[in-house]
């Protein structure tokens, strides 16, 4: 068996030097307990928040011990009546290819329904956290015009794909790339994309949305916010998903310089955490599930093949280096 630690806490951005890869024994499962053998594994954003020792809505990961995360792996011993070898099981058990869990560490995952990478990802947190995000924390009503950040991601694809299907105006993302642009409007039916790092971003969105936009659903901060807060219509929403580009500064940058913008436009802006809403799970699923087997829902995944390339997978998450869901395949 082989698992990735923390070796040392990041300064900045973090290098392979960060994490230690380790052959062990293949855990043996208590009675009660399931020997699981992890297939494919998700790196996410919000890993590199718990790689610092600060309080967080997640503990930080110990130096010296396995880093964790989402992974679906298949059952290969059990003492247990619900589960039997070759069943496939999604948990939090992730950066190792083998794990022991009780059962109320996992849940169920039908492969025939859909891809297991799938529940990783469109049908996964990053799924909910696009849906609760737009529905609930962005309030978004048909006639809105949205902007969406770190478009071409997990996130910020089905965020744009979902407000294009329930009646946007007018869907507007970014990305970091001129094929990431591309896919999101030849691929994805935006209305218009751009790439953030071919000007001022207020500048490109002023260009994408004349009439100003209605909802921003945050995955990047920064300037982004505060071009999103520029090109805001009166009673606007913003959802406040993520702020990537500030997940690496060794010191907190200045805020949107031009917060005022809220009290003259009256806009609200709202934090959200996907932890919040397993309640809307089953809704979530129910609606989506169909979509994305009819292809109505479009999704991307990068694959990287390998346990000890999950570190590249993650630094490779971080400089964008995937489209759509960052993957493991162990
Ligand atoms: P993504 O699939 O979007 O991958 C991250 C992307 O961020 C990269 O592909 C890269 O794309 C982009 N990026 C990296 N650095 C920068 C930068 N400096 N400026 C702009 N974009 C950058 O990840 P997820 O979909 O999993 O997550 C998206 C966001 O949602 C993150 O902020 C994450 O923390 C947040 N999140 C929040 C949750 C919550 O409960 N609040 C739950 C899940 C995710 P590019 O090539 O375009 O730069």
Redo the contacts with the bound molecule.
């Keep these: 068996a082989t698992e990735i630690r923390l070796a040392a806490r990041p300064h900045g951005v973090p290098t392979p030097e960060n994490f230690d890869i380790v052959d062990t024994d293949v855990p043996v499962p208590g009675p009660g307990q399931l020997l699981v053998r992890n297939l494919v594994m998700s790196v ?3 890993m590199r928040g718990r790689m610092n020792d600060v309080k967080s809505y997640a503990p930080p990961f110990a130096v010296g011990e396995p880093m964790h995360g989402g992974v679906v792996g298949e059952v290969v011993e059990s003492a247990v009546d619900e589960f039997a070898p070759g069943d496939h099981v999604l948990h939090n058990l992730g950066w190792r290819t083998h794990a022991v869990l009780d059962t109320n560490q996992v849940a169920k995952v039908d492969g025939s329904v859909a891809p297991l990478s799938a529940y990783l990802g469109v049908l996964g ?2 799924g909910l ?1 696009a849906y609760t995000g737009l529905l609930v924390s962005a309030e978004f009503k048909a006639g809105d015009t949205v902007f969406v ?2 478009a ?5 694809s089905l965020v744009g794909q979902l407000a294009r299907l329930k009646g946007a105006k007018r869907v507007i993302g970014s ?3 001129a094929e ?1 642009v591309r896919h999101l409007t030849e691929d994805l039916g935006f209305d218009a994309a751009f790439d ?1 790092k071919d000007g001022p971003v207020a500048d490109q969105l002023a260009a994408a949305a004349p009439e100003g936009i209605d909802v921003y659903f945050d ?2 901060g ?1 300037e ?1 916010l505060e071009a999103a807060i520029a090109s805001m219509n009166l009673h606007g929403r913003i959802a406040l ?5 500030l997940y690496n500064a060794a010191e907190p940058p200045p805020g949107p310089r031009n917060l005022l913008q809220l009290v003259v436009k009256r806009i609200t802006m709202r934090g ?4 919040d809403q397993w309640g809307m799970r089953e809704q979530f699923l129910t609606e989506l599930a169909p979509l994305v087997a009819s292809g109505e829902i479009k999704y991307s995944e990068t694959f990287v093949d390998g346990i000890r390339n999950a570190p590249d997978a993650f630094l490779g ?6 489209t ?3 993957l493991v395949r162990l």
Excluded: Q, R
Aim: aromatic letters at 2%; a positive charge.
């Design positions: 996410d954003p919000a947190m990053p956290t950040s770190g071409a991601g997990a996130v910020g990305a970091g790339s990431k953030y995955n990047v920064g982004h998903c993520g702020m990537i580009s959200m955490l996907v932890s998450l971080l400089s964008g280096a995937n759509g869901k960052m």
